[in-house]
């Protein structure tokens, strides 16, 4: 089993929709929960940012994390055909390297 | 625009071949991380460095070495290249290294070995 679950997808919502990803993980151990956007041919810039369990809400871009499930998601709402692109979720603990999920890929479509 | 550049955006080569990535931080960034994007294992850690001085070591093979130097920019160096060594190589920065601070990636090098 991989220490970070994601499904690649590719997933395609018309513009507007509320958009649920989401990564399970393995290592109990994991306190920082981030998640990633990477446009194509670009570098991965951070979205969001959560440290151990809760919500965090950014604009139109909710973060959730439940330690109890080992499972973390990423709400969009309203989406628009900018936010196209792959997400990837990535954890560590303590100062522990980064680790990623393999991106899920979205497409919001106008 | 992270403010991490990372040359050359593109390189071909052969196996058994050589290559050296370079990366260059975000201003006043010492810590600088390599790593490696592949559409079957995702983006792996590869090593980090900090102010010159190697902090944490990930899945790099041994054909691999990097270096930080006195500027601070980095230097990832791939030796004996395999066909599966084709993939993007991101370098990213951060202030200190610490856990909670944010790794801004630089735009990335394509390898392609044939």
């Known amino acids: 089993q991989k220490e970070v679950e994601q499904d690649p997808g590719p997933l395609s919502v018309p513009e507007g929709a509320i958009v649920s990803l989401n990564c399970t993980y393995s290592n109990s151990a994991f306190q920082y929960f981030m998640w990633y956007r990477q446009y194509s041919r670009k570098g991965p810039e951070l979205l969001m940012y959560t440290y151990s369990s809760g919500n965090k809400e950014d604009g139109r871009f909710t973060a959730q994390v439940d330690k109890s499930s080992k499972y973390i998601s990423l709400f969009i709402r309203d989406s628009q055909p900018s936010d196209s692109a792959t997400y990837l979720c990535a954890m560590r603990s303590g100062n522990t390297p980064l680790v990623f999920g393999k991106g899920t890929r979205l497409s919001v479509i106008a | 625009d992270s403010g991490v550049t990372q040359t050359p955006k593109h390189l071909i080569t052969a196996t058994g071949q050589r290559v050296t990535l370079r990366c260059s931080p975000r201003?006043?960034?010492?810590?600088v991380y390599w790593y490696q994007q592949s559409l079957d294992q995702g983006l792996q850690f590869l090593i980090q460095?900090?102010?010159?001085?190697?902090?944490a070591k990930g899945n790099i093979l041994e054909r691999f070495s990097a270096q930080q130097f006195p500027d601070l920019h980095s230097e990832l160096n791939l030796s004996s290249l395999e066909l599966g060594d084709s993939a993007l190589y991101f370098c990213?920065?951060?202030?200190?290294?610490?856990?909670?601070?944010?790794?801004?990636f630089g735009p990335g090098t394509r390898l392609l070995v044939l």
């Open positions: 201003s006043g960034d010492l810590s």
């Open positions: 990213a920065s951060s202030v200190r290294g610490d856990s909670q601070e944010t790794q801004y």
């Open positions: 460095y900090y102010n010159g001085e190697e902090r």
